[in-house]
C-alpha cells in the first residue's frame, strides 16, 4: 500500500472528461496532483452519454493517465453527474395529525421517505432538496417540536432520465473503476464558488459551458431551482462558422473578436475582421450573430428563474464557466435580465495550490471538477505503482471503498445513491417490509386467539347460566342436602 493519500474526481462535462487528483492539507487548502483532460465529443452530447463503450475507453484512459503521474494505482473516484436531461421539479407532502400532535423528527422522515417514493415516468430523483414545512398555517425551517394539526413538507425533486443514470452507471462498471460517491456536479460547483452571503440573500449561478449552460438559483440558503439550457458556447461558435468557415478558424475569431453586448454607437459599419490572410468578414455582421445567440441564452436563463425569485436576487447573478470569458459578458446580463449585481466567479473560493497552466488560469473552465474534489471525502490511493510481490491486492483492504447506503430522508448534500446503494436500499426495504408483515400476520394472530378464548369464556359462561344447567345444579344440590339429612 503506498503511503501517499489522495482525493481523485472525475467530471463528465458537456464536451469533455476532466480527471483530477489532489491532496488536502491540515491548513484547508488543496493541492492538485494531477489532472488529465479528454475531448468527449463524439460520445457525450451535452452532458450526457451515448456511447457507453467509448465513454468507459475514455474512463480507463483518464485513470490510467493519472496514475501515471502519481506514480499509484487508483482504487475508487468521486464522479460529478450533469447534463441537459437534469432538471427540478417542486413537489408537497401532507400529513393530517391529531389535535394538538408535536411534531418529531419521525413524522419528518417520514413526510421525505414519501417524496422519496413518488414514482416520475422515465425519471430517477437523483437527490432532494427540503424546502420550507407548512406548520398549520406557519413557515417553518424545521418544524420539529412544534404543535400541530397539519404538516405539509414542501421539496424540490432533482431529477434525470433513468436511461442516461443507468448509462453512466454502466461506464464506470464497464471500466472496471469503483465509484466513492457520486455529486451533482451543479450543486458542488456552487459550493465551490458562491459564498453563503449570496445563498442566503439570494442569488443565480449561471455556468455557461461549451453546450450546455446550467441555472441554479438559492435563496435563505435553499436551493429553489436548478435546470440545464441545452445550449452553450459552442452554439456561438458553430453560427459564427455560417459564414463559411471552419469551426475551428470560427473558433478562433470567437476568442479573438467576440463580444457578448456591443453598444450601438460602438459598431463601425466600415470595420472588416480577418479570418485569414486572404478572407474578411464584415464586424457588423459578426456582432450581430455573437449578440443574436447570446440574447437567446441569457434570455433562456432569465426565464428559468422562478418569477417569485425575480426581486430577490440581492446576491445578484453569479457567472462562471468557459462561456463566462466573452467580453461584456456581465454588461449583457446587467442590461438584458435587468439587475445590476453581476459578477464573473474566475476561481473556486478555497485555497488551490498548482502549477499546472489550466488550474493557474482562472478562466472559470475548471471550478466543477476542484468543486468535486472539495466533495471528496475518502482515500482513493491503492498501491504503489512499483510495488512488488505477488499479491496484487494485499493491503488494498485499507482504503476504505465508498460508503454504507444513504437514508432517504437524510438532509440532501448534492450526493446521489449509486446502484449498488440503490440495490442495498432496496434489500433493507424488503427486509424490513416482510418484517412488519410478520409482526402485523403475528398480531393478527394474536387478535384472533383473544377472540377464540373470548367466545370460548363466553360459551362456557352461557352453558353455566341455561336452564338446564341450573335445573342439574338444583338437582345436585337437592341430592347433596338429602344425603346430608340421612
Sequence with gaps: MTDKKFIVAIELGSSKVTGIAGQKNPDGSISVLALVKEDASSFIRKGVVYNIDKTAQCLQNIVQKLESQLKAHIAQVFVGVGGQSIRSVRNSIVK??????????QMVAELMDANWALDYPDQKILDVAEQEYRVDSQLQMDPVGIRANRLEGNFLNIL????????????FEVAGINVADMYLAPLALANSVLTEAEKRSGCALVDIGADTTTVTVFSKN????????????????????????EESDAEKMKLKYASAFTESSDIDTTLNYSIDADRQIESQKFIEIVEGRMTEIIENVRYQIPSEYNDKLLGGIILTGGGSNMKNIEKAFKVMMGIEKVRTAKFVTMS???????????????????GLLAKGDINCAGRALNQGGSDLFANEEEVVLGRGPRQLHEKASGAIRTIQEEEQAAEEARRQKEEEERLARQKIEEEQERERQAREEERRRRKE???????????NDF??????DE
Excluded at 393530517?96 to 423528527?105: R, S, V
Excluded at 434525470?160 to 461506464?171: G, P
Design 352 to 370: 488551490i495550490n498548482s502549477s499546472n497552466d489550466f488550474i493557474t488560469s482562472h478562466n472559470g473552465m475548471m471550478n466543477t471538477v476542484l
Design 465 to 475: 347460566n341455561s336452564f338446564w344447567s341450573k335445573f342439574k345444579k338444583r338437582l
Design 96 to 105: 393530517e395529525l391529531p389535535e394538538d400532535t408535536i411534531i418529531t423528527q
Design 222 to 245: 435553499v436551493l429553489r431551482h436548478l435546470a440545464v439550457i441545452p445550449l452553450g458556447s459552442n452554439n456561438v461558435t458553430k453560427d459564427i462558422a455560417t459564414l463559411q468557415m
Design 160 to 171: 434525470e432520465r433513468k436511461s442516461f443514470f443507468l448509462n453512466i452507471n454502466k461506464c
Design 479 to 484: 341430592g347433596n342436602d338429602l344425603a346430608s
